[in-house]
């Protein structure tokens, strides 16, 4: 492994993990959680040819992680014993051979906020508890114990590094259980679910599914960055309820029937949920609840169509000689 990728032998235990809030190891929730090791590791994440192969950091960390061979069950028992009783080498070998199974796990929590090396690199902190804490005796293999691990990092590392405000941790992990639900039922339904599918899933009361959710309002991860040389964001700048709204802001500079134009250049989910949001098209300004509401999606997959719509709007507009941030200046 070379130093552009994680120094795994040289990251050491967190004292103060289980106090910052992921629990001891709870075996019950293992047994439910089980999968065997061909279904997790049966997607060879570094299939594609090395002639294709992009050279960016994300495919250079795949491809020197590609070179570690997974262990054989007996293997994994000798490795972890001899981990167990402080054998660096045995220890690097455990989690060498499973970084490839944190990049399957991280890559299920793509587009929640953290890059996916971020997601990556917190994962493989929790992969690394999980070969100081394995104990092979107990009867099941390492990859599903680790997944626990590296689940909780990751889910832990997106709570607090997304979110401007906190959360204590107790809630942190009552949110996570509604936030998974709602990843269920989104496969399931083939759509978003509503707070009402969500509490009759998890036999609680609406009210409560809606404030659990409430809290997973992100202050700053609508703050898409405008780019070139301006420190603004897209909604700093479209958000502000003092202001008129884009048509108005833009009568002055003509460029009000060009706004028309451009929407129907998005696809149309992005032209409505834009259309809505900002008042266009005859519609009134609205919140992302309300919009969500009413096109039949949640808050959160409306900021994201949301964001998806002014950043090919920017590219539409770059076109033109016109940056962003001059159409709609506050």
Do not use: C
């Not at 104990?135 to 997944?147: K, L, W």
């Not at 936030?179 to 899933?201: G, V």
């Amino acid at each position: 492994m070379s130093q552009s990728t994680l120094k795994v032998n040289e990251l050491h235990e967190d004292a103060d993990f289980e106090e910052n809030g992921v629990d001891v190891f709870d075996e019950k929730a293992l047994a439910e959680e089980e999968t065997s090791d061909s279904e997790l590791l049966e997607d060879d994440l570094l299939s594609q040819g090395t002639a294709q192969r992009v050279l960016d950091a994300t495919q250079l960390y795949l491809g020197e992680i590609g070179y570690s061979p997974l262990l054989t069950a007996e293997e994994e028992v000798y490795f972890a014993r001899r981990a167990l009783r402080g054998d660096v080498s045995s220890r690097r070998r455990m989690i060498e051979s499973n970084l490839r199974l944190v990049v399957k796990i991280a890559r299920r929590y793509n587009n929640r906020g953290l890059a996916l090396l971020d997601l990556i690199e917190e994962g493989n902190l929790g992969l690394i508890r999980a070969v100081e804490k394995f104990d092979p005796e107990r009867g099941f293999r390492f990859s599903t114990y680790a997944t626990w691990w590296i689940r909780q990092t990751i889910e832990r590392a997106i709570m607090n590094q997304t979110r401007t405000i906190r959360l204590p941790i107790h809630i942190v992990k009552e949110l996570n259980v509604y936030l998974r639900t709602a990843r269920e039922l989104s496969h399931k339904l083939d759509h978003e679910p509503s707070a009402e599918e969500i509490a009759e899933r998890l036999d609680r009361p609406v009210d409560d599914v809606n404030r659990m959710l409430r809290l997973n309002e992100r202050i700053t991860s609508v703050d898409t960055p405008l780019g070139g040389d301006s420190d603004k964001a897209l909604l700093d700048i479209l958000a502000d309820e003092k202001d008129n709204g884009p048509e108005d802001t833009t009568q002055n500079n003509d460029m009000k029937q060009n706004i028309v134009k451009w929407l129907f250049e998005l696809n149309a989910k992005q032209r409505e949920v834009l259309a809505r949001r900002f008042g266009l098209l005859g519609y009134e300004a609205a919140t992302l609840e309300d919009v969500g509401r009413e096109i039949g999606l949640t808050r959160e997959r409306v900021r994201q169509i949301q964001v998806e719509g002014l950043r090919r709007l920017r590219e539409i507009l770059q076109t033109q000689g016109l940056n962003i941030e001059e159409l709609f200046r506050e």
